[in-house]
């Protein structure tokens, strides 16, 4: 079974710190996602992986960085937290086979920033 | 870029009915299509998927999605819901070879009355 892990579940922020959120998967996936999830608006797509080192933005990137130096891990950031920032975060991961994708998601972690 | 258009914000309805979940995606070249639930209290599972072939999937729990190439479509159906159904459902798209995660829709969700 695929397994993806988040490294918190919930967290308690205040506003203006720097916030880490890990994501780690056991199956050697190439790919890996960050999404955020709001009441009403569905996930969506904040950064995303396809290598080690490699990252691209997704709909939404404004007020986040990610980081991938191991191909397993991969760590969204909030630089200075805001309270527009409070939202459930999924992290997934896939492999590519031709063209065909699935993506596997973690438990999330739900973040409260005060 | 791709959109997917969920019919339904909230649909209630009673142990043994049949259930139909509309989804209509916007994207003129090939696409990959799933269909994710996530459970009360639980992380986003699949529950479904379509790459190609049959355009009748089957999925776990006895769900089951028609994909209609002509009116975008992919929706959800199930003969006779549970009470354990209850949960929000996302439809989702990503395009055929896309390495540009996945766009879903705002999100159904479904309370079965007992």
């Known amino acids: 079974d695929v397994k993806v892990t988040q490294s918190s579940r919930y967290l308690v922020k205040r506003t203006g710190e720097k916030v880490f959120l890990e994501c780690v998967q056991d199956?050697?996936?190439?790919?890996m996602f960050w999404y955020r999830q709001d009441p009403g608006l569905g996930l969506r797509l904040i950064y995303f992986s396809y290598d080690v080192k490699m990252k691209e933005k997704g709909d939404i990137p404004e007020g986040y960085s990610v980081s991938r130096e191991k191909k397993e891990r991969f760590s969204l950031i909030l630089e200075s937290a805001s309270t527009n920032q409070t939202s459930m975060y999924l992290c997934?991961?896939?492999?590519?086979?031709?063209?065909?994708?699935?993506?596997?998601f973690g438990p999330g972690t739900r973040l409260l920033v005060l | 870029a791709q959109s997917v258009s969920q019919h339904n914000h909230h649909v209630i309805l009673s142990e043994a009915a049949s259930l139909e979940l509309g989804c209509n995606y916007s994207?003129?070249?090939?696409?990959?299509l799933f269909w994710y639930v996530q459970y009360p209290g639980q992380h986003l599972q699949l529950l479904l998927k379509y790459f190609s072939g049959d355009p009748l999937v089957k999925g776990i729990k006895g769900f089951e999605a028609e994909f209609i190439k002509s009116k975008f479509s992919f929706n959800l159906r199930k003969p006779s819901v549970q009470w354990s159904d209850t949960a929000e459902y996302f439809c989702?798209?990503?395009?055929?070879?896309?390495?540009?995660?996945?766009?879903f829709g705002k999100g159904t969700h479904l309370i079965i009355q007992p």
């Open positions: 994207y003129g070249g090939t696409v990959n």
């Open positions: 989702a798209v990503t395009r055929w070879g896309g390495a540009d995660g996945l766009t």
């Open positions: 199956m050697d996936h190439e790919n």
């Open positions: 997934a991961s896939s492999f590519r086979q031709g063209g065909k994708e699935t993506q596997y």
